[in-house]
């Protein structure tokens, strides 16, 4: 009897095992490195990019032609190329500062922290999108808050001594393939106030990029701002030396 009762303990055990083995998740998602992997699909190690960028606001519209390099997360540089009269017009970012070139002027401009959350460019993108932006997991805690069979749902908050701009960020990223669909901005008092939308998901390389962002100011309906690639190339021989301020100023 007591060999019974020994066997049938072993197999009640060795039961629960298998049902607790059957229903624990395969693989914990680690979500920041979904989401910083979604944030770099547009650079790589390095990258050149061709752009239109049009922008509509209730008072104007505008269409730019640039061209754009990046080197990891932390250096960027974009140079207008078309309208002639706004030619040469650059943005240079190292690491978490950012200048701004204005030929006709031949003058430099640093963006100081307040004009952090300013237009970049008269769009809908602000300064703080160019720097923060690939650099999400330093500055906001991140949980996945809901995983369908298609897309997974990322929350983030910011830590507490981040300056940071938005109150909240949410990530509605694609399972096949794995691209962002929807981010929602949300400001201090938890409104949501901007959303960005990703569309023309095409093959670059051994990349699946979304091709179109398209940035909807919620609380201006008749606004937007449309990015468009035109041409994406990855892993060129780029270093640190060429996102300068000489290189800033370069026609």
């Not at 960020?169 to 962002?180: H, S």
Request: with cysteine; glycine share 2%.
């Amino acid at each position: 009897m007591k060999t019974i009762r020994i066997a049938g303990i072993l197999s009640t055990l060795i039961l629960s095992a298998i049902i607790l083995l059957a229903v624990r998740p395969s693989f914990a998602l680690d979500v920041e490195a979904l989401v910083r992997q979604v944030e770099q699909q547009y650079m790589g190690a390095s990258s050149r990019a061709q752009t239109t960028m049009l922008v509509k606001t209730s008072h104007w519209e505008r269409s730019l032609e640039m061209e754009a390099w990046s080197l990891d997360r932390d250096y960027f540089l974009v140079r207008i190329i078309e309208p002639a009269k706004e030619r040469d017009v650059a943005t240079l970012k190292r690491f978490r500062e950012v200048w701004n070139y204005l030929p006709k002027v031949d003058r430099v401009i640093k963006v100081p922290p307040s004009m952090m959350g300013g237009s970049w460019m008269g769009s809908h993108i602000t300064n703080d999108d160019l720097v923060k932006a690939n650099h999400i997991e330093k500055d906001y805690n991140l949980r996945l808050i809901e995983e369908t069979d298609t897309y997974f749902l990322v929350e983030c908050l910011p830590k507490a001594d981040a300056a940071v701009v938005w109150g909240k960020i949410v990530y509605r990223i694609n399972k096949t393939p794995q691209v962002p669909e929807q981010i929602d901005y949300y400001d201090e008092e938890m409104v949501r106030v901007r959303e960005i939308h990703f569309d023309d998901v095409q093959q670059i390389g051994d990349r699946i990029v979304p091709m179109r962002l398209t940035v909807l100011p919620l609380e201006k309906p008749d606004e937007q701002t449309i990015l468009h690639y035109r041409e994406l190339v990855f892993d060129l021989p780029l270093d640190e030396n060429y996102f300068s301020l000489r290189n800033l100023k370069k026609r």
